[in-house]
């Protein structure tokens, strides 16, 4: 089993920063990428950025300019760097890991809010 921990969400205004931070832990030698989404009340889950192992990060075109996902594979931990922050990022952010055993495997975070206002 895969266990993934979210933290750094909170409180933010217009035009600020945050970092959120995901750590991977259990049998995860079979996870291959790793990235976050958000899903804002009464919306679906979108993707915000994800990282293939050795692959270029991938960013959904609104956040691509303003959010950095990282990786630091010695802590078996992902970031998302989040800058010029807007109202319109208000949601919760969960982190996702994704890998192959026979089959496609997804595993997500318990998320963690970020809320953008003044």
């Known amino acids: 089993q895969v266990q993934l921990v979210e933290s750094g969400g909170g409180v933010v205004q217009p035009g600020g920063s945050l970092r959120l931070s995901c750590t991977a832990s259990g049998s995860i030698n079979h996870i291959y990428g790793m990235g976050w989404y958000r899903q804002a009340p009464g919306q679906v889950r979108e993707l915000v950025a994800r990282n293939t192992n050795g692959g270029v990060p991938d960013y959904a075109d609104s956040m691509k300019d303003r959010f950095t996902i990282s990786r630091d594979n010695a802590k078996n931990t992902i970031y998302l760097q989040m800058s010029s922050l807007r109202p319109e990022d208000t949601a919760a952010y969960y982190c996702?890991?994704?890998?192959?055993?026979?089959?496609?495997?997804?595993?997500w975070g318990q998320g963690t809010q970020v809320t953008v206002s003044s």
């Open positions: 996702n890991a994704q890998g192959f055993l026979a089959q496609i495997l997804d595993y």
